[in-house]
């Protein structure tokens, strides 16, 4: 099953209909998208490209970006979209370990893609295109077929590898297939009951699954229409949301739009479905935009390796602080030692059904790790039943923080301040944030006579990786807390954090 020729389904009978609005002002409609991702899928195709060879995406957000996407599954290639905050160390790993064949970046990065690509077992082909979807990619296209015959694909077949970072600090490619995305897909349209006549507001980066997948897909399967934000901001988000019946956005973004006083129920009165996802969404944050706008935000539970999972229901309770129930065909376990557990007992959730990936790329080994013998994903995540059937995510087995929706994985960034002179040995913790939810931390233990300072961690961290994973604050002290057998207590790091760090 072709995920694109799949999505089709929802749209094939009304080609004239408005697809998508930029806020250049560009509109398209569903026929302008069929002819331009068969531009992409003919022209990735004449350059020789075989089934699941990978092309990677280093973006900023464009309607010419999604038409990139989905043109690329539709040929049957593998998309591997890379988030535009990556700095040059890190998309060295992603091609040395993805070996794409095509590679696709914003204008300023052709030089350092073209020297990392010399380090690749064969460089990959590069084009560019900017924010306004200009550049030697749709110079290309254009000149492309615009007329493509679907291959016919495979549930199996990959269609994206989705980058998630790993515990020890090396990043994982999640290997999603068509059939992945076409469960998913078909669910979430139900569930939330998109139609032709809904409107989403889009104001999600395009390179992970929030803004990806679930954001696009499920409008694709009703052929409704999106109005395409190029970034966050609250106050084009307020200003376009009469004009909207959906919003999808992290915990960030209710945050923010909470903020403005601008925000009154006669600003949100079209608006049918508010979602939240990619992080806890605060109770009180639930709470105060029942109040001011009227609407109970719906809160649902998802992940790379396996889209979405629970919702809270369309109709019915949309309880705060819970993730709902599991979607329709998605089986959910919580476990303590590989018992599974009734209500009100914390343990790990598992997964299975249609949406789990395929594993992680070139990582036999890692995947079977992550799998339970009888076939059940591990998350990762802490989950915990209501009696009456409502999960909640109470916390992480995983050493992971979520800041603003954007992962990030504390090894990574402890290796990174750990070779910087000086410096003894690092912690890095998630601290309660109002804004990103969760704000990285380091705590870090530095030689007797290092004249290293606060600014000079962050400056150093800033040069080598992704600016959101960069700590906010960086506190020194004489020991890191270690319990009996000399592993750092994290916990007990966060809890004084929390209580100490303004
Ligand atoms: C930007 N900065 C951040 C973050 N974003 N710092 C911490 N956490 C962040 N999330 C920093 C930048 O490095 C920069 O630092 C400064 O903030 C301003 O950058 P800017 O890009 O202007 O920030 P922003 O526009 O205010 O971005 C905040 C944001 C954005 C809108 C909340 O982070 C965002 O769009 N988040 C959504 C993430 C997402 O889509 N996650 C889905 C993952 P400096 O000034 O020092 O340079 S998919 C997933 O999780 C699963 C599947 C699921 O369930 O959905
Ligand atoms: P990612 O790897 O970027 O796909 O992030 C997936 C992780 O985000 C999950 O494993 C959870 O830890 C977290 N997550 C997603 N949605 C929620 C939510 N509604 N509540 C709590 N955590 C969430």
């Not at 004239?16 to 022209?43: C, K, P, Q, W």
């Not at 557990?341 to 992550?370: C, H, Q, S």
């Not at 070779?419 to 690092?426: H, I």
Request: one cysteine or more.
């Amino acid at each position: 099953m072709n995920a694109y020729s799949f999505f089709r389904r929802g749209f094939a009978d009304r080609l004239e209909a408005a697809f998508l609005e930029a806020d250049s002002g560009d509109r398209y409609t569903y026929a302008d998208l069929e002819r331009e991702t068969a531009r992409v899928a003919s022209f990735l195709t004449g350059l020789g490209l075989a089934r699941g060879d990978r092309v990677a995406a280093q973006i900023d957000k464009s309607p010419q970006g999604l038409f990139l996407y989905l043109g690329c599954i539709r040929a049957g290639f593998c998309f591997l979209p890379l988030n535009t905050a990556y700095q040059r160390g890190e998309l060295g790993y992603f091609l040395q370990d993805a070996e794409p064949r095509v590679v696709v970046c914003r204008p300023q990065m052709l030089d350092t893609f073209a020297e990392l690509g010399k380090s690749a077992a064969s460089a990959p082909r590069l084009y560019a295109l900017d924010e306004n979807g200009v550049g030697t990619l749709a110079d290309a296209v254009r000149s492309a077929d615009r007329a493509f015959d679907d291959p016919a694909l495979a549930e199996r077949d990959l269609a994206v590898i989705i980058y998630t970072s790993g515990t020890t600090g090396r990043s994982k490619g999640a290997m999603v297939t068509h059939g992945n995305l076409t469960s998913n897909a078909a669910v979430l349209r139900d569930y939330w009951r998109f139609t032709a006549h809904d409107v989403l507001l889009h104001a999600l980066p395009i390179f992970h699954v929030h803004g990806l997948f679930v954001a696009l897909h499920p409008i694709l399967l009703a052929g409704a229409r999106i109005v395409f934000q190029r970034r966050f901001d609250a106050g084009a988000v307020l200003a376009a949301l009469p004009q909207a019946t959906a919003l999808m956005g992290v915990p960030t973004f209710y945050v923010r739009l909470l903020a403005e006083p601008g925000l009154t129920r006669a600003a949100a009165k079209h608006v049918r479905l508010f979602v939240s996802g990619s992080a806890p969404l605060l109770l009180d944050t639930f709470r105060a935009w029942q109040e001011r706008t009227g609407h109970t935000i719906l809160e649902r539970y998802g992940m790379s390796e396996a889209g979405m999972i629970t919702s809270n229901p369309y109709d019915g309770e949309r309880r705060g602080g819970t993730v709902g129930f599991p979607l329709p065909g998605v089986s959910v376990r919580v476990t303590e030692d590989g018992k599974v557990l009734g209500p009100d007992a914390p343990g790990i959730v598992e997964i299975k059904g249609p949406n789990v990936f395929a594993g992680y790329w070139r990582m036999p080994a890692k995947t079977k790790e992550e799998f339970t013998a009888d076939g059940w994903f591990r998350t990762g995540d802490v989950g915990q039943w209501s009696a009456d059937g409502y999960l909640s995510i109470v916390g992480r087995a995983k050493d992971l923080i979520i800041s603003g929706g954007y992962n990030v994985y504390p090894k990574e960034i402890e290796l990174v301040i750990d070779a910087l002179p000086g410096v003894v040995e690092s912690a890095v913790v998630g601290v309660p944030h109002p804004d990103f939810g969760e704000a990285v931390t380091a705590v870090v233990v530095k030689q007797k006579d290092a004249a290293l300072d606060e600014a000079a961690v962050i400056a150093h961290v800033k040069s080598q990786i992704a600016g959101f994973k960069v700590p906010k604050r960086v506190l020194f002290v004489d020991d890191l807390p270690r319990n009996a057998m000399g592993k750092v207590q994290k916990n007990v790091l966060r809890e004084k954090l929390a209580q100490h760090v303004p």
